[in-house]
């Protein structure tokens, strides 16, 4: 979540602002980080970044449905792999923490977290060929240094799920990594464990995600060890828009792109025009800002089978 050049704390960028709290530790691509004793509180913002630029238009609600999105699925993968979640309500909070306007902010937005040493590498699933994956195999045969059989077309699905993980980048790009250079990084013993929860995870979301007619085509995972007791655990966000490349199963259609229910909607537009993928980036008009939103809003509602409206209202995730 780190920000590099993007200056995600500027306060052009600020999808919003938290009344009155204190604590602050940073801001990253989308969301602030705050100190609540022994605890983390992360709070989603509007923001939205692209090309590792954080744009200066917010999508309105964003952070909700990351956080709402991330409350369902820590929900249901806690029985592969416990996370740091422990509260979503501003009443979790110490007294005074933050004003009435603060709370209200947060509502929706807020993850009490246990805090965790964050492994050093991006945990990613494929299930399908796509995105960079697609342009690695077309050059190579192999996506991240597994190879895979000959002939597949862009967005075709993998026979089987592949774990491709990254490097964490502070400046720049992330950089695909060999399974073997994670084992450098990490061990072989934790690397192996990584690699079988994430490929596990990946098939519980893609499994709940067809179910609502919905292809999980491929996810990033964030994962770290308690800093109280050293357990792996899930951190960050799950199985989001903004983790994870959703497509709907009604229109999938192997040999091309597909469209999607993430911020592909903005990629394009930006794409379109002459912005050289340098910080800032250009205003996005109100069309792409709402297009954006129904998308989120839409990803929100077909994976949870919840009412997005009534989360906004109730901070519930429910029908």
Same mark, same amino acid.
């Given at each position: 979540?780190?920000?590099?050049?993007?200056?995600?704390?500027?306060?052009?960028?600020?999808?919003?602002?938290?009344?009155?709290?204190?604590?602050?530790?940073?801001?990253?691509?989308?969301?602030?980080?705050?100190?609540?004793?022994?605890?983390?509180?992360?709070?989603?913002?509007?923001?939205?970044?692209?090309?590792?630029?954080?744009?200066?238009?917010?999508?309105?609600?964003?952070?909700?449905?990351?956080?709402?999105?991330?409350?369902?699925?820590?929900?249901?993968?806690?029985?592969?792999?416990?996370?740091?979640?422990?509260?979503?309500?501003?009443?979790?909070?110490?007294?005074?923490?933050?004003?009435?306007?603060?709370?209200?902010?947060?509502?929706?937005?807020?993850?009490?977290?246990?805090?965790?040493?964050?492994?050093?590498?991006?945990?990613?699933?494929?299930?399908?060929?796509?995105?960079?994956?697609?342009?690695?195999?077309?050059?190579?045969?192999?996506?991240?240094?597994?190879?895979?059989?000959?002939?597949?077309?862009?967005?075709?699905?993998?026979?089987?799920? +592949?774990?491709?993980?990254? =490097? @964490?980048? *502070?400046? %720049?790009?992330?950089?695909?990594? &060999?399974?073997?250079?994670?084992? !450098?990084?990490?061990?072989?013993?934790?690397?192996?464990?990584?690699?079988?929860?994430?490929?596990?995870?990946?098939?519980?979301?893609?499994?709940?995600?067809?179910?609502?007619? +919905?292809?999980?085509?491929? =996810? @990033?995972? *964030?994962? %770290?060890?308690?800093?109280?007791? &050293?357990?792996?655990?899930?951190? !960050?966000?799950?199985?989001?828009?903004?983790?994870?490349?959703?497509?709907?199963?009604?229109?999938?259609?192997?040999?091309?792109?597909?469209?999607?229910?993430?911020?592909?909607?903005?990629?394009?537009?930006?794409?379109?025009?002459?912005?050289?993928?340098?910080?800032?980036?250009?205003?996005?008009?109100?069309?792409?800002?709402?297009?954006?939103?129904?998308?989120?809003?839409?990803?929100?509602?077909?994976?949870?089978?919840?009412?997005?409206?009534?989360?906004?209202?109730?901070?519930?995730?429910?029908?």
């Amino acid at each position: 979540m780190t920000a590099q050049a993007t200056n995600p704390g500027d306060p052009r960028t600020a999808g919003h602002t938290l009344a009155g709290a204190g604590g602050f530790v940073r801001s990253g691509k989308v969301r602030d980080l705050f100190e609540v004793g022994d605890r983390l509180l992360l709070v989603a913002s509007d923001r939205l970044s692209a090309f590792d630029v954080v744009l200066p238009t917010p999508i309105p609600d964003k952070g909700r449905v990351l956080t709402g999105i991330s409350r369902f699925w820590f929900d249901r993968t806690s029985d592969i792999l416990p996370n740091h979640l422990l509260g979503t309500s501003p009443d979790d909070l110490p007294a005074g923490f933050t004003d009435d306007a603060g709370k209200s902010e947060l509502r929706g937005r807020m993850m009490l977290c246990r805090r965790a040493r964050v492994l050093p590498v991006e945990v990613i699933v494929r299930g399908y060929v796509a995105g960079s994956g697609w342009k690695d195999y077309r050059r190579t045969g192999a996506i991240c240094g597994t190879k895979l059989p000959d002939g597949l077309r862009e967005s075709d699905r993998l026979p089987e799920p +592949i774990f491709t993980p990254s =490097t @964490k980048a *502070e400046v %720049g790009h992330d950089e695909n990594i &060999g399974f073997d250079a994670m084992v !450098d990084l990490v061990g072989a013993d934790l690397s192996e464990r990584v690699r079988d929860l994430a490929l596990a995870l990946y098939r519980r979301g893609a499994e709940i995600a067809q179910r609502a007619g +919905i292809l999980l085509a491929d =996810t @990033k995972f *964030e994962l %770290g060890t308690a800093l109280d007791t &050293g357990e792996l655990m899930l951190i !960050d966000e799950i199985l989001t828009p903004d983790s994870s490349r959703f497509w709907d199963a009604a229109v999938y259609e192997p040999g091309r792109a597909q469209a999607s229910f993430d911020k592909q909607f903005v990629r394009d537009w930006l794409e379109a025009g002459s912005w050289d993928k340098t910080y800032p980036g250009p205003e996005l008009p109100a069309e792409i800002v709402a297009g954006t939103r129904a998308r989120y809003a839409a990803a929100f509602e077909r994976i949870t089978g919840a009412s997005f409206e009534r989360y906004l209202k109730e901070d519930v995730v429910a029908p």
